[in-house]
């Protein structure tokens, strides 16, 4: 989107698609707190520094023929 408006193009339908993400967002919040949900939602920065893969397995040796 940022780079149709820099490029003066018509940047509707993104902003539609966004403004329907963050609409869809703010009512799974909400669902998720009505259902007992109090514990503080990370920030967007937290979940980026986040290691969220799974361990790495230690590497075996492979045998010579």
């Not at 193009?9 to 329907?20: F, P």
């Amino acid at each position: 989107m940022h780079d149709q408006i820099r490029n003066d193009l018509d940047s509707t339908d993104s902003a539609l698609r966004l403004i329907a993400m963050r609409t869809e967002l703010a009512a799974l919040v909400a669902a998720w707190k009505a259902a007992g949900g109090s514990d503080p939602l990370p920030t967007i920065e937290e979940r980026l520094k986040a290691n969220n893969r799974p361990a790495e397995r230690p590497k075996t040796a492979t045998r010579s023929r």
